[in-house]
């Protein structure tokens, strides 16, 4: 019997995650030797600081080398706690708190431990890849909700209202997006909570790029009063201080969810490992001044960005507000007959160009690509100026 047809059918409800599958294929090209400018990844190009490797370094000298609690060491937690408290007001406890392996795995948690089969969940468009796949993964239904391009892929609490049925029991935010950069103004946030929670619906915020923010004031709509009843944070360190391999995460959600996650993750990744916790205490207790000096380079880097691609015929662009992805329109490329979607406009880019992008269609739409600007200027100016060839020779 050929192995495949062995597989479990929920293994079937998700595909390769598409940012993944961009950064391997990069990979592979570069090692056949190929000049490959690389805006896949959706990673800090920053070293982590250095306060937070000595934590580790000395995690591992002091033999601090074995299991800890499944949901983090107290420690932790606590220090998460006061973290969130100090950054945004909110009154969170350790037995409201637990530590992850990254934050996606605070999603999957999250997700696996609310969803019931056939439970809609609300996902805005675009969306970040993930959320499609574990929500499937749980037998969810996922619902998606478009935004306007012309109002900044903003989602509004109107929209999302229309959209609640008997069955949702989750909507999911990423405020800053990726991979759009929008960013929820506090005003609108508060009046989504509003609406979730009068309709009883969980509402889970992404807030892995609450540092990275252009304009404004992070906030957390989980400070918002009663907002812990509903509101669920998933969390992560793996952007705020360049520690994505590390993988610590967290999530902050009421006592009886966090036991539900608990048991779960008991039962796969038991917890996160001992070394990076004590890394991640530095990180959350330390000095927090690594974050405004990350945050100013991606700001000179989104400005390069988007004046960049605006010079480019054709391509249009959404200011990003937050994080470090830029979200263009290619769409008038289309035109050409040579490229009909997102996905042949990248593959045809990296082949031709070996420029990596990630299609749009991976985040729900199809006119655009997503441009991680996590990347040193040499190859951001490197790489719009073989983006700005490829499209004029589309037109040729
Ligand atoms: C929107 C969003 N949420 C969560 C994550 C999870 O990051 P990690 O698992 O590295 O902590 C990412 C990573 O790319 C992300 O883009």
Redesign the pocket.
Known sequence: MPATAEIAERISTISVSS?MKVSADADRLRREGADVVDFGA?EPDFPTPSNIKQAAIDAITTNFTKYTNTGGTPELREAICERHRLDFGTNYTPSECMVTV????A?FNLVQALVNPGDEVIIPVPY?V?YKDVVNYAGGRCVFVETDESTGFEVTAARIERHITPRTKLLII?SP??PSGAVLSQEEFLKIFEVTSKRDVFLMT?E??CQFLYEGTPFSIAAAPRAKETVLV?G????TYSM?GW???FALAPAPIIGAMMKLQSHSTSNPTSISQKAGIEAMRGPQDSVPVMLAEYRRRRDFVVDRLRQIPGVTIVTPKGAFYAYPNIGLAFQSGRVKNSLEFSTELLAKKQVAVVPGEAFGTNNHVRISYATSMSELERGLERIDQFIDELDA
Do not use: E, P, Q, V
């Open positions: 940012t959706g990254g934050g996606k795995h999603i970040w993930t990423n997006s990726n992404d892995c790029y998933a992560s360190l793996s952007k994505t993988r610590i995460g």
